[in-house]
């Protein structure tokens, strides 16, 4: 059974940073895609950015140049730095888990989530 465990989330000022880590179980992390969805109260759930297991990235056009998106195979984790947040980031942040790049975009029948968890970004 596959885990996905986030951390790092908080409250930040704006202009401020954040790195949100999620750490995996199982053996499959490495060949697999990740990604951090978010969800704003009210708001559809967006991808926030994903990474491939050859490390291809994608970005959600708002977060472009201030988040970066990483994976360490070795210790089943990937990570997304925050940096220069604003209050529109607030949300919960999901850490997610599939087979394909196209599912991970898509948001559609991804087969694992994390619990999520809070980032609030105050102005």
């Known amino acids: 059974q596959v885990q996905l465990v986030e951390s790092g989330g908080g409250l930040v000022q704006a202009g401020g940073s954040l790195r949100l880590s999620c750490a995996t179980s199982?053996?499959?992390?490495?060949?697999?895609?990740m990604g951090w969805y978010r969800q704003a109260p009210g708001k559809q759930r967006e991808l926030v950015a994903a990474?491939?297991?050859?490390?291809?990235?994608n970005y959600e056009d708002s977060v472009k140049g201030r988040f970066t998106i990483s994976r360490d195979n070795a210790k089943n984790t990937v990570y997304l730095q925050m940096n220069s947040l604003k209050p529109e980031d607030t949300a919960v942040y999901y850490c997610?888990?599939?087979?394909?790049?196209?599912?991970?975009?898509?948001?559609?029948?991804?087969?694992?989530w994390g619990q999520g968890t809070q980032v609030t970004v105050s102005a």
């Open positions: 990474i491939t297991s050859g490390s291809v990235t």
């Open positions: 997610v888990l599939a087979r394909y790049r196209s599912t991970v975009l898509a948001g559609t029948n991804i087969d694992y």
């Open positions: 199982g053996s499959i992390f490495s060949r697999n895609t």
